[in-house]
């Protein structure tokens, strides 16, 4: 019950934090075709971000998915982690508004390492709230994109100041490593039913 | 259980577009009934794009009631059609200040064919999704509205050079073509529903 | 299923619209407490309009426990009631924005009427949609607020343009009525329960 | 059934209020580091309000878990919860932009103090909803912490007069009191399974 609720209130938290980024895409004054070319970084840095969330989102599923338990702690560490998520629009418009500057590019990565740190500890939570019960533990199995994200973020932020365009680099490759969906649950759970039968 | 969140996710998107939009009919300066006037291609223009994000909802809803499975592909191709629906707000506002030019109305129908598209392909996933279950398949038939679409926004795409509001009735065509909503599926379930008994 | 999806995307917009119209409270630039008096006629608004809202999510919710079915058709009268909601917000601020002038308040009015129509042919689509099925038509009893509001309306419409004041009394006064909740329904059911055992 | 769909309102309610705050946090008009630290009191604000937010949203669910049952007054006592709650965004941005400023701080601590007692009314109603069923009643224990609270807004909007920064340090300690999450219901809970088995 506790679970259906963090995973009904988390998608809402994303579905809003999505839609609310698109806002920022204003409408230009000049009714033609050349007058959108400006809102370009603004419309990539919007395309970036949504997929981010539709990772997070995505991620967030196949995890609960193969939980049974949650409790208070997971609450917490999962409002934690949509806390992080909730500042993910603002260095988004930030960064579209100033593609070529190194703040917002540095920031923005700050915002993503802040929330994949969120990420684990929501995860480390919820296998602790499972108790004996090990599905969880094995489907996570080495983790490997998720401890390879914040080093390539903080390369990412470091970049920045060299170069932000190197650090956007960073940050787009992070979002396609994820972008092959985390088959590993669903690869467990078919394994442990077919154990079953 | 992945196919009620894939649900509630859309629905929380597309509901918050929809009030989203809303918001772009700002208040007149001078309280008087003159100064709605102003106001009124803003307001068709809401009224339209509430009646697609309405078709939308519907139909979306009838395609994963007679789906049985959802899976990570899915939950993609399912962000996919979000992300072109997400653009509409901005394509409605553009297009209700500036209903008389050609760009606008354009773009309008950009989206609105991406959105066709993005439809489609979600629902070959779904469909292949349900693997030997073809119920889903045979509900869809021809579909022959979906196919037909796609060709009247290209048609508007065109004719919003020629003349805006030949564009903008092509969009007006095709929402009031889905308006009849979409009877297959619910008569096919209610055929299967008598064939068990 | 059809029903609990209607319920839920009903629930998304109504939630939304209810915080979008707290947006309308801008901050006074002076931080005094003498500087929020300006914003009291706007504070009123959002609080009558936040009852309406509560008025139509509490019978919305009423209705629907007591059915138990719902079609294609009902999912489109919903989505035209869920219009009209969505246009209070705007007739919110504006009203709020001028409280002592006719067009606002007739406007606030004209909304009114058109929800509540709205939901009248809401009501009688989804009693249709349970066929043989009377448990809902006989919990709506006689509906006499039902058809009593309409006619407030219509009398705070006139009432505008005689005095602002006096229309928004009317409205007040329909509010009031309907914080009752619709016991009728609960009554009903309880009764059948008690037949039943 | 009643109870599902007032937590499942509530949850959309709060996560879009949460969403909203964030809105507030312009982006700079330089791209540095520096031009963020004016954001600095508003970030703290919305920091606040996110971790006062949690907390409604934790308490509720726990309180609504060990509930069996909800009715119309229910439904009603919790959008007066709601009203309060929605309030809250425009108190964070007011004390935000003026964090040394009285009326802001207190203004804020007033928002704290009404839904602490909107809170404390929706418990009362939600027990006497539960008829014999005394679960919820014994869960919540001497409720200390409900008790606390209320006491603690009044002393930080009377301090707010003397000195703003003393009126929020009461705001801030309120949150960290409840931020350990209100295990008394999660305790009863798991006393009443070992009681059964």
Chains 1, 2, 3, 4 share one sequence.
Do not use: C
């Not at 969880?136 to 932000?164: E, H, T």
């Not at 994820?178 to 669903?186: A, K, T």
């Amino acid at each position: 019950m506790t679970k259906g609720r963090v995973e009904a209130f988390s998608d809402g938290v994303i579905a809003i934090l999505i839609t609310i980024m698109v806002l920022e895409l204003k409408v230009p004054h000049e009714p033609t075709l050349e007058s959108l070319r400006p809102l370009l970084p603004i419309f990539l840095g919007y395309l970036l971000s949504f997929l981010y969330l539709g990772i997070y989102w995505n991620n967030h599923h196949h995890l609960f998915q193969a939980a049974k338990h949650a409790n208070g702690a997971v609450m917490w560490a999962n409002l934690h982690l949509l806390f992080w998520l909730s500042l993910v629009p603002f260095a988004t418009t930030w960064v579209g508004e100033n593609p070529a500057a190194s703040a917002p590019t540095a920031i923005y990565g700050v915002l993503l390492l802040g929330t994949a740190i969120a990420y684990m500890i929501m995860q480390a939570t919820l296998v602790r709230a499972q108790g004996n019960d090990q599905t969880l533990q094995r489907a996570l199995g080495s983790d490997f994109k998720g401890k390879l994200s914040p080093l390539l973020y903080v390369l990412g932020i470091g970049s920045s100041f060299v170069a932000p365009w190197l650090g956007q680099l960073f940050y787009v490759s992070v979002a396609l490593i994820w972008l092959v969906p985390d088959r590993r649950i669903e690869r467990e759970l078919i394994h442990r039913k077919s154990d079953l039968s």
